[in-house]
Protein backbone atom coordinates (compact mmCIF):
# COMPACT_ATOMS: atom_id res chain seq x y z
CA UNK A 1 0.00 0.00 0.00
CA UNK A 2 0.84 3.58 -0.44
CA UNK A 3 1.84 5.11 2.75
CA UNK A 4 0.88 9.06 3.07
CA UNK A 5 4.07 9.55 4.66
CA UNK A 6 6.07 8.75 1.47
CA UNK A 7 7.54 11.59 -0.43
CA UNK A 8 9.40 11.90 -3.42
CA UNK A 9 12.16 14.64 -4.57
CA UNK A 10 12.98 14.51 -8.30
CA UNK A 11 16.36 16.52 -8.78
CA UNK A 12 15.50 18.48 -11.98
CA UNK A 13 17.65 21.04 -12.42
CA UNK A 14 20.58 20.05 -14.44
CA UNK A 15 21.54 21.33 -17.60
CA UNK A 16 22.62 18.58 -19.47
CA UNK A 17 22.96 18.95 -23.35
CA UNK A 18 25.20 15.92 -24.07
CA UNK A 19 22.23 14.58 -26.34
CA UNK A 20 22.63 17.55 -28.76
CA UNK A 21 20.33 18.01 -30.98
CA UNK A 22 17.99 16.22 -28.50
CA UNK A 23 18.97 18.13 -25.54
CA UNK A 24 20.24 21.64 -24.95
CA UNK A 25 20.67 24.23 -21.53
CA UNK A 26 17.30 25.81 -22.49
CA UNK A 27 16.02 22.16 -22.78
CA UNK A 28 17.99 19.38 -21.05
CA UNK A 29 17.37 15.44 -21.45
CA UNK A 30 15.56 15.34 -18.29
CA UNK A 31 12.28 16.59 -20.32
CA UNK A 32 12.96 15.04 -23.46
CA UNK A 33 11.91 11.58 -24.81
CA UNK A 34 14.80 10.22 -25.43
CA UNK A 35 13.86 6.66 -25.41
CA UNK A 36 11.22 7.02 -28.20
CA UNK A 37 8.45 6.08 -26.02
CA UNK A 38 6.29 9.13 -26.01
CA UNK A 39 7.29 9.83 -22.54
CA UNK A 40 10.20 12.14 -21.23
CA UNK A 41 13.05 10.91 -18.81
CA UNK A 42 11.06 13.16 -16.32
CA UNK A 43 7.65 11.67 -16.89
CA UNK A 44 9.24 8.02 -16.52
CA UNK A 45 10.74 9.14 -13.44
CA UNK A 46 7.62 10.27 -11.68
CA UNK A 47 5.25 7.08 -13.57
CA UNK A 48 8.04 4.69 -11.69
CA UNK A 49 7.10 5.69 -8.11
CA UNK A 50 2.99 6.10 -8.72
CA UNK A 51 2.81 2.66 -6.83
CA UNK A 52 4.79 4.40 -3.66
CA UNK A 53 4.21 7.89 -3.67
CA UNK A 54 0.58 10.02 -3.86
CA UNK A 55 0.24 12.57 -6.11
CA UNK A 56 0.44 14.84 -3.91
CA UNK A 57 3.22 14.45 -1.92
CA UNK A 58 5.81 14.48 -5.39
CA UNK A 59 8.00 17.42 -5.80
CA UNK A 60 10.04 18.88 -8.33
CA UNK A 61 13.48 20.99 -7.59
CA UNK A 62 14.37 22.56 -10.90
CA UNK A 63 15.71 25.82 -11.81
CA UNK A 64 13.77 29.18 -12.05
CA UNK A 65 13.88 28.48 -15.70
CA UNK A 66 12.21 25.15 -16.51
CA UNK A 67 9.24 25.25 -14.23
CA UNK A 68 6.70 26.30 -17.04
CA UNK A 69 8.14 22.88 -18.89
CA UNK A 70 7.85 20.95 -15.62
CA UNK A 71 4.31 21.82 -15.29
CA UNK A 72 3.58 21.52 -18.81
CA UNK A 73 5.35 17.90 -18.78
CA UNK A 74 3.60 17.22 -15.21
CA UNK A 75 0.36 19.07 -15.12
CA UNK A 76 -0.67 17.23 -12.22
CA UNK A 77 1.76 18.56 -9.50
CA UNK A 78 0.84 21.02 -7.26
CA UNK A 79 2.37 24.33 -8.15
CA UNK A 80 3.67 24.67 -4.77
CA UNK A 81 5.53 21.50 -4.94
CA UNK A 82 7.89 22.99 -8.11
CA UNK A 83 10.59 24.47 -6.10
CA UNK A 84 12.44 26.84 -8.30
CA UNK A 85 16.11 27.38 -6.90
CA UNK A 86 17.17 30.79 -8.55
CA UNK A 87 21.22 29.59 -9.66
CA UNK A 88 22.72 26.31 -9.33
CA UNK A 89 24.41 25.24 -5.76
CA UNK A 90 24.65 21.31 -6.37
CA UNK A 91 22.76 18.87 -5.00
CA UNK A 92 22.72 19.55 -1.08
CA UNK A 93 20.89 22.83 -1.19
CA UNK A 94 18.28 21.37 -3.60
CA UNK A 95 17.49 18.72 -1.24
CA UNK A 96 17.65 21.12 2.14
CA UNK A 97 15.05 23.46 0.25
CA UNK A 98 12.90 19.91 -0.32
CA UNK A 99 13.55 18.76 3.10
CA UNK A 100 12.35 22.05 5.43
CA UNK A 101 9.23 22.57 2.91
CA UNK A 102 8.26 19.19 3.46
CA UNK A 103 9.01 19.24 7.25
CA UNK A 104 6.27 21.97 7.95
CA UNK A 105 3.87 19.56 6.45
CA UNK A 106 4.81 16.06 7.51
CA UNK A 107 7.77 16.45 10.49
CA UNK A 108 7.77 12.76 9.95
CA UNK A 109 7.66 12.55 6.41
CA UNK A 110 9.87 9.71 4.90
CA UNK A 111 11.68 10.77 1.79
CA UNK A 112 12.89 9.49 -1.59
CA UNK A 113 15.49 11.49 -3.85
CA UNK A 114 15.99 10.60 -7.19
CA UNK A 115 17.33 12.76 -10.14
CA UNK A 116 14.63 13.39 -12.91
CA UNK A 117 16.77 11.87 -15.98
CA UNK A 118 17.85 8.54 -15.12
CA UNK A 119 16.08 5.06 -16.65
CA UNK A 120 15.00 2.09 -15.15
CA UNK A 121 14.27 -1.38 -16.82
CA UNK A 122 12.65 -3.34 -14.05
CA UNK A 123 10.32 -1.02 -13.33
CA UNK A 124 8.89 -3.91 -10.60
CA UNK A 125 12.14 -4.91 -8.77
CA UNK A 126 12.71 -1.17 -8.09
CA UNK A 127 9.46 -0.27 -6.70
CA UNK A 128 10.22 -3.50 -3.81
CA UNK A 129 13.79 -2.36 -3.35
CA UNK A 130 12.59 1.42 -2.47
CA UNK A 131 9.66 0.06 -0.54
CA UNK A 132 12.19 -1.98 1.08
CA UNK A 133 15.17 0.89 2.15
CA UNK A 134 11.26 2.76 2.84
CA UNK A 135 10.64 0.56 5.15
CA UNK A 136 14.64 0.11 6.84
CA UNK A 137 14.42 4.01 7.26
CA UNK A 138 10.90 4.69 8.70
CA UNK A 139 11.68 5.46 12.28
CA UNK A 140 15.36 4.69 12.15
CA UNK A 141 17.92 7.56 11.95
CA UNK A 142 19.59 6.44 8.76
CA UNK A 143 20.07 7.35 5.41
CA UNK A 144 20.04 4.29 2.79
CA UNK A 145 21.47 5.09 -0.48
CA UNK A 146 20.83 2.56 -3.58
CA UNK A 147 24.24 0.88 -4.42
CA UNK A 148 24.07 -0.25 -8.31
CA UNK A 149 26.16 -3.67 -9.18
CA UNK A 150 28.22 -2.68 -12.00
CA UNK A 151 28.50 -4.58 -14.90
CA UNK A 152 31.35 -3.11 -16.51
CA UNK A 153 34.53 -0.98 -15.58
CA UNK A 154 32.71 1.99 -16.14
CA UNK A 155 34.96 5.39 -15.54
CA UNK A 156 31.56 7.72 -15.61
CA UNK A 157 30.23 7.04 -11.99
CA UNK A 158 31.17 7.20 -8.49
CA UNK A 159 31.42 4.43 -6.42
CA UNK A 160 30.30 3.05 -3.16
CA UNK A 161 32.30 0.68 -0.85
CA UNK A 162 30.21 -1.70 1.17
CA UNK A 163 31.09 -3.30 4.25
CA UNK A 164 29.36 -7.23 3.34
CA UNK A 165 30.65 -8.51 6.30
CA UNK A 166 27.14 -9.01 7.34
CA UNK A 167 24.06 -7.47 6.89
CA UNK A 168 21.60 -5.33 9.05
CA UNK A 169 19.93 -6.98 11.46
CA UNK A 170 16.62 -5.41 10.57
CA UNK A 171 16.56 -5.68 7.04
CA UNK A 172 19.14 -8.45 5.30
CA UNK A 173 19.25 -6.65 2.15
CA UNK A 174 21.12 -3.41 3.62
CA UNK A 175 24.89 -3.00 4.47
CA UNK A 176 26.80 -0.62 6.12
CA UNK A 177 28.70 1.92 3.97
CA UNK A 178 32.42 1.95 4.19
CA UNK A 179 33.20 4.48 1.76
CA UNK A 180 32.33 6.64 -0.82
CA UNK A 181 34.89 6.84 -3.63
CA UNK A 182 35.04 9.19 -6.62
CA UNK A 183 34.93 8.41 -10.31
CA UNK A 184 37.98 5.97 -10.99
CA UNK A 185 40.61 6.14 -13.86
CA UNK A 186 39.59 2.52 -15.91
CA UNK A 187 42.48 0.37 -14.04
CA UNK A 188 40.64 1.39 -10.57
CA UNK A 189 37.49 0.73 -11.97
CA UNK A 190 38.55 -2.61 -12.82
CA UNK A 191 39.86 -3.14 -9.69
CA UNK A 192 36.43 -2.33 -8.37
CA UNK A 193 34.50 -4.90 -11.04
CA UNK A 194 36.22 -7.77 -9.22
CA UNK A 195 35.70 -6.67 -5.77
CA UNK A 196 32.06 -7.13 -5.49
CA UNK A 197 32.31 -4.61 -2.27
CA UNK A 198 31.94 -1.77 -5.06
CA UNK A 199 28.85 -0.73 -6.46
CA UNK A 200 27.72 2.29 -8.81
CA UNK A 201 26.82 5.57 -6.75
CA UNK A 202 22.91 6.05 -7.87
CA UNK A 203 22.13 9.03 -6.31
CA UNK A 204 18.99 7.41 -4.81
CA UNK A 205 18.69 8.71 -1.35
CA UNK A 206 15.70 7.37 1.30
CA UNK A 207 15.45 8.72 4.53
CA UNK A 208 13.35 10.75 7.13
CA UNK A 209 12.74 14.09 6.36
CA UNK A 210 14.06 14.67 10.36
CA UNK A 211 17.15 12.68 9.53
CA UNK A 212 18.21 14.71 6.81
CA UNK A 213 17.43 18.21 8.04
CA UNK A 214 19.31 17.27 11.47
CA UNK A 215 22.54 16.36 9.58
CA UNK A 216 22.49 18.86 7.79
CA UNK A 217 22.28 21.43 10.89
CA UNK A 218 25.28 19.37 12.35
CA UNK A 219 27.33 19.35 9.25
CA UNK A 220 26.68 22.31 7.23
CA UNK A 221 25.16 24.61 9.70
CA UNK A 222 24.98 27.52 7.88
CA UNK A 223 22.76 26.32 4.98
CA UNK A 224 20.37 24.89 8.01
CA UNK A 225 20.00 28.34 8.75
CA UNK A 226 19.43 29.24 5.05
CA UNK A 227 16.44 26.93 5.34
CA UNK A 228 15.35 27.43 8.62
CA UNK A 229 15.17 30.91 8.11
CA UNK A 230 12.34 30.65 4.81
CA UNK A 231 10.64 28.98 7.37
CA UNK A 232 7.72 31.89 7.56
CA UNK A 233 7.66 32.45 3.86
CA UNK A 234 6.82 28.59 2.45
CA UNK A 235 4.16 28.12 1.24
CA UNK A 236 3.67 31.77 0.87
CA UNK A 237 3.17 34.52 -1.92
CA UNK A 238 6.41 36.11 -1.24
CA UNK A 239 8.12 32.50 -0.68
CA UNK A 240 9.84 32.24 -4.17
CA UNK A 241 11.30 36.58 -3.54
CA UNK A 242 12.79 34.79 -0.49
CA UNK A 243 14.46 32.22 -1.60
CA UNK A 244 15.89 34.29 -4.81
CA UNK A 245 17.51 36.47 -2.08
CA UNK A 246 18.96 33.76 0.37
CA UNK A 247 19.71 30.79 -1.92
CA UNK A 248 22.43 31.92 -3.69
CA UNK A 249 24.35 32.35 -0.10
CA UNK A 250 24.38 28.90 0.04
CA UNK A 251 27.52 27.04 -0.22
CA UNK A 252 27.91 24.93 -4.34
CA UNK A 253 27.88 21.28 -2.63
CA UNK A 254 26.92 17.83 -3.37
CA UNK A 255 24.82 15.83 -0.87
CA UNK A 256 27.90 13.32 -0.79
CA UNK A 257 30.19 15.84 0.39
CA UNK A 258 27.33 17.78 2.63
CA UNK A 259 26.33 15.24 4.29
CA UNK A 260 27.11 11.34 3.24
CA UNK A 261 30.44 11.51 3.96
CA UNK A 262 30.73 12.63 7.53
CA UNK A 263 27.23 11.45 8.82
CA UNK A 264 27.24 7.83 10.96
CA UNK A 265 24.40 6.07 9.77
CA UNK A 266 24.69 5.66 6.41
CA UNK A 267 23.82 2.48 4.39
CA UNK A 268 23.72 0.99 0.94
CA UNK A 269 21.25 -0.80 -0.53
CA UNK A 270 23.11 -3.02 -3.66
CA UNK A 271 20.36 -3.39 -6.01
CA UNK A 272 19.87 -4.35 -10.48
CA UNK A 273 17.01 -3.17 -11.32
CA UNK A 274 18.83 -2.17 -15.12
CA UNK A 275 19.49 1.40 -13.83
CA UNK A 276 21.59 3.87 -16.02
CA UNK A 277 21.81 7.68 -15.66
CA UNK A 278 22.34 8.06 -19.53
CA UNK A 279 25.54 9.91 -20.02
CA UNK A 280 26.14 9.38 -23.26
CA UNK A 281 24.73 8.25 -26.63
CA UNK A 282 26.68 5.12 -26.54
CA UNK A 283 25.68 4.58 -22.77
CA UNK A 284 21.63 5.11 -24.20
CA UNK A 285 23.03 1.54 -26.68
CA UNK A 286 24.43 -0.41 -23.86
CA UNK A 287 21.69 0.05 -21.22
CA UNK A 288 18.49 0.09 -23.06
CA UNK A 289 18.75 0.11 -26.63
CA UNK A 290 17.70 -3.24 -28.70
CA UNK A 291 19.96 -3.56 -31.98
CA UNK A 292 19.62 -5.24 -35.00
CA UNK A 293 21.94 -8.32 -36.43
CA UNK A 294 24.57 -5.63 -37.83
CA UNK A 295 24.59 -4.10 -33.88
CA UNK A 296 22.21 -0.94 -35.32
CA UNK A 297 20.33 1.04 -32.71
CA UNK A 298 17.53 2.94 -34.34
CA UNK A 299 14.65 5.00 -32.86
CA UNK A 300 12.69 5.86 -35.43
CA UNK A 301 9.89 4.41 -37.80
CA UNK A 302 11.24 5.78 -40.32
CA UNK A 303 14.65 4.79 -41.07
CA UNK A 304 16.10 2.64 -43.39
CA UNK A 305 19.65 0.97 -42.84
CA UNK A 306 22.10 -0.30 -45.76
CA UNK A 307 25.42 -1.61 -44.96
CA UNK A 308 25.55 0.27 -41.47
CA UNK A 309 26.98 -1.57 -38.54
CA UNK A 310 27.37 -0.55 -34.77
CA UNK A 311 25.44 2.84 -35.07
CA UNK A 312 23.24 4.58 -33.35
CA UNK A 313 20.08 6.12 -34.94
CA UNK A 314 17.55 8.67 -33.50
CA UNK A 315 15.33 10.37 -35.65
CA UNK A 316 11.48 10.28 -34.62
CA UNK A 317 10.10 13.28 -37.05
CA UNK A 318 8.47 12.12 -39.72
CA UNK A 319 10.74 12.81 -42.13
CA UNK A 320 12.45 9.85 -44.25
CA UNK A 321 15.95 9.02 -43.13
CA UNK A 322 18.33 6.67 -45.57
CA UNK A 323 21.61 5.91 -43.86
CA UNK A 324 24.50 3.57 -46.35
CA UNK A 325 28.11 2.81 -45.49
CA UNK A 326 28.61 3.79 -41.98
CA UNK A 327 29.74 2.27 -39.00
CA UNK A 328 30.47 3.31 -35.65
CA UNK A 329 28.09 6.95 -35.96
CA UNK A 330 25.88 8.37 -34.62
CA UNK A 331 23.15 9.73 -36.37
CA UNK A 332 20.17 12.19 -34.18
CA UNK A 333 18.08 14.69 -36.46
CA UNK A 334 15.82 17.15 -34.53
CA UNK A 335 14.29 20.16 -35.29
CA UNK A 336 15.91 20.61 -38.56
CA UNK A 337 19.07 20.10 -36.54
CA UNK A 338 21.60 17.20 -37.64
CA UNK A 339 24.67 15.21 -35.88
CA UNK A 340 26.64 12.55 -37.72
CA UNK A 341 28.89 12.05 -35.37
CA UNK A 342 31.37 8.95 -34.94
CA UNK A 343 31.01 7.61 -31.66
CA UNK A 344 34.78 7.81 -30.43
CA UNK A 345 33.73 11.42 -30.67
CA UNK A 346 30.75 11.67 -28.72
CA UNK A 347 32.48 13.80 -26.19
CA UNK A 348 32.95 16.38 -28.19
CA UNK A 349 29.53 16.87 -29.31
CA UNK A 350 29.22 20.12 -26.87
CA UNK A 351 32.11 21.28 -28.90
CA UNK A 352 30.67 20.89 -32.08
CA UNK A 353 27.27 21.84 -31.05
CA UNK A 354 28.42 25.83 -29.84
CA UNK A 355 30.50 26.51 -33.33
Known amino acids: MISSKNHLVIMAGGVGSRFWPMSTPDFPKQFIDILGCGKTLIQLTAERFKEICLPENMWVVTSVKYKEVVKEQLPWLDEHHILC ?98 KPDLKTAERYLKNKSYFWNSGIFIWNVHTVVNALRVYQPAMAEVFESLTPYYFKENEQEKVNELFPTCENISIDYAVMENADEIFVLPADFGWSDLGTWKSLRENVG ?4 WGNMILGKNVNMFESKNCIVHALDERKVIIQGLEDYIVVEKDHQLLICKISDEQRIKEFSAE
Open 290 to 293: STDI
Open 85 to 182: EPCRRNTAPCIAYASWKIKQINPNANMIVTPSDHIVMNVQEFQRVIQSALKFTNGLDSIVTLGMKPTRPETGYGYIEADLSYPSPVNKEVYRVFSFKE
